[in-house]
């Protein structure tokens, strides 16, 4: 479900998107994406605690995601500016 919150694909559907790749999508992932897969791995399990359906937690994870990678790629967008 992480996968789908981020990637929007599982594992399954990117091995067969990729079968000249070996490894995982993850293995591809950006150090963003990496960041941003940690922090909702967390919140996955608080959501799960507080007894949110899948649906939900995905719906929530994906608008984390977005969120983040938003921030996190505009903070690298600019200090590629500054180098």
Do not use: C
């Not at 293995?27 to 922090?39: K, P, R």
């Not at 949110?52 to 990678?69: T, W």
Request: hydrophobic residues 45%; charged residues 20%.
């Amino acid at each position: 479900m992480l996968n789908v919150a981020l990637f929007g694909q599982t594992a399954k559907q990117w091995r067969a998107a990729n079968p000249k790749l070996e490894g995982n999508m993850r293995e591809y992932a950006t150090i963003e994406q990496l960041l941003v897969l940690a922090n909702i791995e967390g919140m996955n399990a608080e959501l799960i605690h507080m007894g949110l359906s899948q649906g939900d937690r995905l719906k929530r994870l994906n608008e984390i995601a977005i969120r983040q990678m938003q921030v996190l790629t505009s903070v690298s967008a600019v200090k590629q500016l500054k180098e």
